[in-house]
Protein backbone atom coordinates (compact mmCIF):
# COMPACT_ATOMS: atom_id res chain seq x y z
CA UNK A 1 0.00 0.00 0.00
CA UNK A 2 0.88 3.22 -0.61
CA UNK A 3 2.54 5.52 1.97
CA UNK A 4 1.25 8.49 1.94
CA UNK A 5 3.72 10.67 3.56
CA UNK A 6 5.94 9.66 0.40
CA UNK A 7 4.30 11.67 -1.97
CA UNK A 8 6.02 14.23 -2.71
CA UNK A 9 4.42 17.69 -2.39
CA UNK A 10 5.45 20.85 -4.92
CA UNK A 11 5.93 23.26 -1.80
CA UNK A 12 9.49 21.75 -1.69
CA UNK A 13 10.35 22.89 -5.28
CA UNK A 14 13.91 24.78 -5.84
CA UNK A 15 15.04 26.10 -9.33
CA UNK A 16 18.07 27.48 -9.78
CA UNK A 17 19.32 29.43 -12.90
CA UNK A 18 23.04 28.93 -13.65
CA UNK A 19 23.82 27.90 -9.97
CA UNK A 20 21.54 31.24 -8.54
CA UNK A 21 18.60 29.78 -6.41
CA UNK A 22 15.23 31.94 -8.12
CA UNK A 23 13.38 31.93 -5.14
CA UNK A 24 10.88 33.98 -6.64
CA UNK A 25 10.01 30.73 -9.17
CA UNK A 26 6.82 29.10 -8.08
CA UNK A 27 5.94 26.68 -10.89
CA UNK A 28 8.47 24.70 -13.02
CA UNK A 29 7.28 22.10 -15.94
CA UNK A 30 9.74 20.12 -18.06
CA UNK A 31 9.23 17.72 -20.53
CA UNK A 32 11.28 15.59 -23.21
CA UNK A 33 9.40 14.90 -26.48
CA UNK A 34 10.96 11.67 -28.93
CA UNK A 35 10.47 11.98 -32.27
CA UNK A 36 9.66 8.34 -33.66
CA UNK A 37 9.72 7.24 -36.88
CA UNK A 38 7.38 4.91 -38.41
CA UNK A 39 8.65 1.48 -40.46
CA UNK A 40 6.73 -0.47 -42.51
CA UNK A 41 8.64 -3.46 -43.42
CA UNK A 42 7.71 -6.68 -45.66
CA UNK A 43 6.85 -9.43 -43.81
CA UNK A 44 5.59 -7.50 -40.86
CA UNK A 45 2.37 -7.20 -39.95
CA UNK A 46 2.89 -4.63 -36.90
CA UNK A 47 4.52 -0.96 -37.69
CA UNK A 48 7.80 -0.64 -36.23
CA UNK A 49 9.36 2.86 -34.74
CA UNK A 50 12.67 4.10 -34.81
CA UNK A 51 14.30 6.68 -32.38
CA UNK A 52 14.53 10.01 -34.03
CA UNK A 53 16.01 13.62 -32.50
CA UNK A 54 14.65 14.32 -28.98
CA UNK A 55 13.35 18.03 -27.97
CA UNK A 56 12.72 19.65 -24.77
CA UNK A 57 10.07 22.12 -23.71
CA UNK A 58 9.41 24.11 -20.70
CA UNK A 59 7.82 26.58 -19.13
CA UNK A 60 8.83 28.26 -14.95
CA UNK A 61 6.51 31.00 -13.78
CA UNK A 62 6.46 33.15 -10.34
CA UNK A 63 7.06 36.74 -9.54
CA UNK A 64 8.31 39.44 -11.22
CA UNK A 65 11.34 40.66 -8.61
CA UNK A 66 14.26 41.66 -10.77
CA UNK A 67 14.98 42.11 -14.63
CA UNK A 68 17.07 39.39 -14.79
CA UNK A 69 15.66 37.54 -17.64
CA UNK A 70 15.54 40.66 -19.90
CA UNK A 71 19.27 41.33 -19.31
CA UNK A 72 19.82 37.88 -19.68
CA UNK A 73 18.53 38.19 -23.39
CA UNK A 74 18.19 35.14 -25.54
CA UNK A 75 21.64 33.54 -24.28
CA UNK A 76 21.71 29.94 -23.02
CA UNK A 77 21.72 28.63 -19.43
CA UNK A 78 21.49 25.91 -17.43
CA UNK A 79 18.13 25.00 -14.93
CA UNK A 80 18.40 23.01 -11.94
CA UNK A 81 15.18 21.49 -10.39
CA UNK A 82 15.39 20.53 -6.78
CA UNK A 83 12.43 18.95 -5.54
CA UNK A 84 13.23 17.83 -1.72
CA UNK A 85 10.58 17.05 0.62
CA UNK A 86 11.44 16.18 4.19
CA UNK A 87 9.10 12.82 4.40
CA UNK A 88 10.04 11.71 1.29
CA UNK A 89 12.54 9.03 0.33
CA UNK A 90 15.33 11.34 -0.40
CA UNK A 91 15.52 14.23 -2.97
CA UNK A 92 16.17 14.58 -6.51
CA UNK A 93 17.46 17.25 -9.12
CA UNK A 94 17.32 17.17 -12.34
CA UNK A 95 19.79 19.72 -14.94
CA UNK A 96 17.88 21.00 -17.91
CA UNK A 97 21.05 21.71 -20.09
CA UNK A 98 21.15 24.95 -22.45
CA UNK A 99 18.16 26.17 -21.81
CA UNK A 100 17.15 29.36 -24.27
CA UNK A 101 14.10 31.15 -23.59
CA UNK A 102 11.09 31.47 -26.59
CA UNK A 103 10.45 35.25 -25.56
CA UNK A 104 11.23 37.13 -23.13
CA UNK A 105 8.39 39.26 -21.07
CA UNK A 106 9.38 43.17 -21.71
CA UNK A 107 5.95 44.54 -19.72
CA UNK A 108 2.50 42.83 -18.53
CA UNK A 109 0.95 44.91 -15.53
CA UNK A 110 -2.29 45.80 -13.75
CA UNK A 111 -2.36 48.50 -10.89
CA UNK A 112 -2.93 46.80 -7.78
CA UNK A 113 -1.90 43.17 -8.72
CA UNK A 114 1.20 41.55 -8.17
CA UNK A 115 3.78 40.78 -11.44
CA UNK A 116 3.71 37.54 -12.48
CA UNK A 117 6.27 36.59 -15.24
CA UNK A 118 6.19 33.58 -17.33
CA UNK A 119 8.81 32.42 -19.21
CA UNK A 120 8.53 29.51 -22.09
CA UNK A 121 11.66 27.92 -23.20
CA UNK A 122 13.39 25.09 -24.63
CA UNK A 123 17.16 23.02 -23.38
CA UNK A 124 19.44 20.59 -25.94
CA UNK A 125 19.77 18.02 -22.96
CA UNK A 126 19.42 16.57 -19.36
CA UNK A 127 21.02 14.86 -16.95
CA UNK A 128 19.55 13.13 -13.83
CA UNK A 129 22.03 14.33 -11.11
CA UNK A 130 20.43 12.85 -7.61
CA UNK A 131 17.42 10.12 -8.37
CA UNK A 132 15.23 9.31 -5.26
CA UNK A 133 14.81 5.40 -4.39
CA UNK A 134 12.80 3.57 -2.60
CA UNK A 135 14.15 2.07 0.55
Same mark, same amino acid.
Given at each position: ?38 ? !?????? %? +? ?8 ? $?? &??? @? =? ?38 ? !?????? %? +? ?8 ? $?? &??? @? =? ?9
Amino acid at each position: MLDASRVISGTYGQAYIDGVWQTHINHLEASVELEKREL !KLVGQE %W +TVHKNGSKKG $TG &TMS @G =YKVTSDMIARGFTKFDIISKLDDPEAYGHERVRLIRCMPD !KIQLAN %W +TAGEEIQEET $TF &TFE @G =YELLDPIVAN
